[in-house]
């Protein structure tokens, strides 16, 4: 059975507490963040535009990765799993991909998509 909890919320903390916090529950719930896309200051960059803190982390849990990726070598387009850190009213809005839309389509990895999807809602709780 699908863990349905969600992979959202809001927390009510400064964005570089929340950055600081959602990467410390990514790697006490097995994951590492291996990339960092800085949206806001790439949209100022290229485009001149201000927007609110947004960033997305590319986490990953290198046990699931491999599973998955033995099972199926083409998955890695779904790789790594994004985390997005956006600046709202009242706090810091935590949203994390779900990898049953994502990987769980293909059936010979749903139960990794599954057992991936329970570990991100239960960072999302923590953070």
Not at 93 to 102: G, H, I, N, Y
Request: hydrophobic share 45%; glycine share 8%; proline share 4%.
């Amino acid at each position: 059975m699908t863990d349905t909890r969600p992979l959202h919320r809001t927390l009510n903390t400064s964005f570089a507490a929340a950055r600081e916090r959602v990467t410390e529950v990514l790697k006490a719930n097995g994951f590492g963040v291996l990339t960092t896309v800085d949206v806001a200051a790439t949209l100022k960059t290229k485009l001149g535009v201000e927007m609110p803190e947004y960033l997305i982390l590319g986490a990953c849990n290198p046990k699931m990765a491999h599973q998955a990726l033995t099972i199926d070598s083409t998955v890695g387009v779904f790789l790594p799993c994004n985390v997005v850190l956006r600046e709202v009213d009242g706090g810091v809005e935590l949203r994390a991909v779900d990898p049953m839309q994502t990987l769980g389509s293909r059936e010979s990895v749903r139960g990794v998509a599954e057992q991936v999807r329970s570990m991100l809602a239960d960072a999302v709780a923590q953070a």
